[in-house]
């Protein structure tokens, strides 16, 4: 990581969708996908797919603040997911796929606080989002890093995370590589 990169973890679903977006996002420099939050140490997917390790599915980011600033990255965030939608977004179910904000500062804690206040306003529902202090992240098994990139045809990538990212396209041309 170079010295002017900052870290954010971010959960909203399945960790694909986030990755391919983020993927594209103009200073967002590297993307891990794993898992955080739970209470079994190096979990494996089907491990944390059973919703007993406590663990969410997560992208790990690495971003130039010059470039972008983390509250640019959680506003497209809440565009991406459903943050009213406890432990569920879309088929997938289960508290791995729970709305979570893993802050890695005070600084984070503190601008995130104001995004999630922000979109309460903007969603009809309570937002359900969690905002709690970093965890230990376990990177995900290599076959779901760049996932979408890899199997653009798969059913679930064509279906559910295609349009995703075409939305973001739309919305954030501005902030694309």
């Given at each position: 990581?170079?010295?002017?990169?900052?870290?954010?973890?971010?959960?909203?679903?399945?960790?694909?969708?986030?990755?391919?977006?983020?993927?594209?996002?103009?200073?967002?420099?590297?993307?891990?996908?794993?898992?955080?939050?739970?209470?079994?140490?190096?979990?494996?997917?089907?491990?944390?797919?059973?919703?007993?390790?406590?663990?969410?599915?997560?992208?790990?980011?690495?971003?130039?603040?010059?470039?972008?600033?983390?509250?640019?990255?959680?506003?497209?965030?809440?565009?991406?997911?459903?943050?009213?939608?406890?432990?569920?977004?879309?088929?997938?179910?289960?508290?791995?796929?729970?709305?979570?904000?893993?802050?890695?500062?005070?600084?984070?804690?503190?601008?995130?606080?104001?995004?999630?206040?922000?979109?309460?306003?903007?969603?009809?529902?309570?937002?359900?989002?969690?905002?709690?202090?970093?965890?230990?992240?376990?990177?995900?098994?290599?076959?779901?890093?760049?996932?979408?990139?890899?199997h653009?045809?798969?059913?679930?990538c064509?279906?559910?995370?295609?349009?995703?990212?075409e939305?973001?396209?739309?919305?954030?041309?501005?902030?694309?590589?």
């Open positions: 990581m170079n010295q002017q990169a900052e870290v954010a973890v971010f959960g909203g679903g399945c960790f694909w969708c986030l990755a391919a977006v983020y993927a594209e996002v103009r200073g967002v420099t590297r993307i891990a996908s794993g898992y955080t939050g739970g209470s079994v140490p190096d979990p494996t997917y089907e491990q944390v797919c059973t919703g007993d390790t406590g663990h969410a599915e997560v992208v790990r980011l690495e971003f130039d603040p010059a470039i972008i600033a983390y509250h640019d990255l959680l506003e497209i965030f809440f565009t991406l997911h459903d943050p009213t939608t406890l432990n569920r977004q879309g088929n997938d179910v289960g508290t791995q796929y729970r709305s979570v904000i893993h802050y890695q500062s005070a600084g984070q804690e503190s601008v995130a606080r104001k995004v999630l206040a922000e979109m309460a306003g903007v969603w009809d529902a309570p937002i359900v989002t969690q905002l709690v202090p970093a965890q230990v992240f376990y990177t995900a098994e290599d076959y779901h890093q760049n996932y979408v990139e890899q653009p045809l798969q059913r679930y064509a279906l559910v995370v295609a349009p995703k990212v939305k973001f396209r739309a919305m954030y041309a501005g902030r694309l590589k």
